[in-house]
């Protein structure tokens, strides 16, 4: 392996993604008596920027060239994705007492010794920042299709006849948030960061090394750089999790049109789901049921993701850095906007059309572009929107993220909208196939639940209190005024296609 040293330039707004800064979801995994609480409003404040380039200047290779390069751009913006700058979910291991800051967290001394100590770094090469972004927007279209297989997946495997969970979208939004956590706390599979072995500098703080609590930082910051990273958190477990359609759900749930799987013990022609007419009161509890089942299982999961990768961390394989760096970025960008195309070109001619390998024999017994195809098609749009208004909003209102939140709320309303074109009888069937993958892919990628859970256990509580309750109730009165408008005059009538 050469010498020379590679890196990313990272463009200037990446701080932005909360997915990348927000506080690991585990803040004390070796139960210490004495910790320090890491809020996201810290990270989008600013309040580690001194810690970051101290500790950076201490690890020399890495530092200068990513430090010049951050500064150059007046710091380094990816934080504002929440994906991106959320902290792991499990915090140090080894905390300084609890009055010290963590600007403070090197001493004189320590870092004195460091700058003695340290080798002169090799010399670097450095992707630009229009290929960094070119990796990063490919990654993100390639795990949003993949996300939303994902969800559509889990969807259909988890709504059966007698199921105790009756709304399909909680499990992907647990599945989701789940694998969020553990890569935010995950130590291992990006530790050779920027294409050197991992060393004692970037050993994880279960070592014996002397500052375990700054090298845990530091590769934390290094790891949500990298483009397949950001793939990850923003591409796949934004679009595998899916705010607008938890928010569906609470809607279906207080209209009383939330189907119940039913099981029948023999082939008949009676209906496979059904609604039992009951009053307000208890469309109420079924709201209530919904709205709290969902957040909690999902917070949960991104603890138990952090967890996980707790656990597994002996286990955890490395990927090797130059064979990413080389190699698997440049073939996912073939890869994500080859299987893009595939998916247009597979919804001109669906499988299941008359003639076609599946053929079911009619074009009205075609059903593959309603359940799965024109999803994969919207599924790229709705991510690469929800990743820039990340980039744009989320660093406005450190103690609200506002890209979120509009993302959320803006694909929840566009939901709503859909939902009534093609529960009113409009249009023919090809109509009724597109609604569905706007639903299923554009609004299902453009808002998340993963980032959304992130951000709500990173906050401060109040902060974070506001921003969950805000979010539910704005969505909940959007669909309550477009969804409730035709529920509640002329009613829903079956759709037209079959999905």
Not at 42 to 53: A, H, I, Q, V
Not at 142 to 152: C, D, K, N, P
Not at 439 to 468: N, P, Q
Request: aromatic share 10%; net charge neutral.
């Amino acid at each position: 392996m050469s010498s020379r040293r590679e890196e990313y330039t990272i463009p200037d707004d990446y701080s932005n993604l909360d997915e990348l800064v927000a506080p690991s979801p585990v803040e004390n995994p070796g139960e210490r008596r004495l910790y320090r609480h890491h809020s996201l409003e810290e990270r989008l404040d600013g309040d580690t920027n001194n810690y970051d380039k101290a500790h950076n200047e201490k690890q020399g290779g890495l530092g200068e060239s990513w430090l010049d390069a951050s500064s150059s751009h007046e710091g380094l913006q990816n934080a504002n994705l929440t994906e991106v700058s959320v902290a792991a979910p499990v915090k140090d291991e080894e905390k300084p007492p609890a009055f010290q800051k963590e600007d403070d967290l090197e001493s004189p001394s320590s870092s004195d010794s460091s700058h003695t100590a340290r080798a002169p770094s090799p010399p670097q090469e450095r992707a630009s920042k229009y290929a960094t972004e070119l990796y990063a927007i490919s990654y993100l279209i390639l795990f949003s299709i993949l996300g939303t297989l994902a969800r559509l997946g889990l969807q259909a495997l988890t709504v059966y006849p007698g199921a105790p969970i009756v709304n399909g979208s909680l499990w992907a939004n647990f599945g989701g948030s789940l694998v969020m956590g553990f890569l935010a706390e995950d130590r291992k599979l990006f530790r050779e960061e920027w294409g050197s072995k991992p060393s004692a500098d970037i050993e994880p703080p279960s070592s014996d090394s002397k500052d375990p609590v700054a090298q845990k930082k530091a590769h934390l910051t290094v790891k949500k750089t990298i483009p397949l990273y950001i793939g990850l958190a923003t591409g796949f477990c934004g679009s595998f999790t899916s705010f607008s359609s938890f928010m569906r759900d609470v809607f279906l749930a207080l209209s009383n049109d939330l189907p119940t799987p039913l099981y029948h013990p023999s082939p008949t022609n009676q209906p496979t789901t059904t609604t039992v007419p009951r009053n307000g009161g208890f469309s109420f509890m079924a709201v209530l049921a919904v709205i709290i089942i969902t957040p909690s299982l999902c917070l949960a999961a991104l603890q138990f993701g952090a967890h996980l990768a707790l656990a597994l961390e002996p286990v955890t394989p490395t990927l090797p850095f130059m064979f990413t760096r080389k190699f698997f970025d440049r073939a996912a960008v073939a890869i994500a906007w080859v299987a893009w195309l595939g998916a247009v070109l597979m919804t001109i001619f669906p499988p299941d059309r008359p003639g076609g390998p599946t053929s079911k024999g009619t074009w009205t017994r075609e059903t593959w572009r309603g359940q799965a195809l024109f999803a994969l098609i919207f599924a790229p749009l709705g991510c690469l929107l929800r990743f820039y208004a990340s980039l744009h909003l989320n660093g406005r209102v450190a103690s609200f993220p506002l890209g979120t939140f509009v993302v959320n709320i803006f694909g929840t309303l566009i939901l709503g909208m859909c939902y009534d074109l093609q529960h009113a009888d409009l249009g023919g069937r090809v109509g009724c196939q597109v609604l569905q993958g706007i639903m299923d892919g554009f609004c299902g990628c453009l808002t998340t639940v993963s980032t959304w859970v992130a951000e709500l256990k990173g906050l401060r509580r109040r902060h974070s209190y506001i921003y969950g309750g805000l979010s539910v109730m704005v969505a909940l009165a959007g669909l309550v005024l477009i969804m409730g408008s035709l529920r509640w005059t002329k009613g829903f009538r079956s759709p037209l296609c079959v999905v």
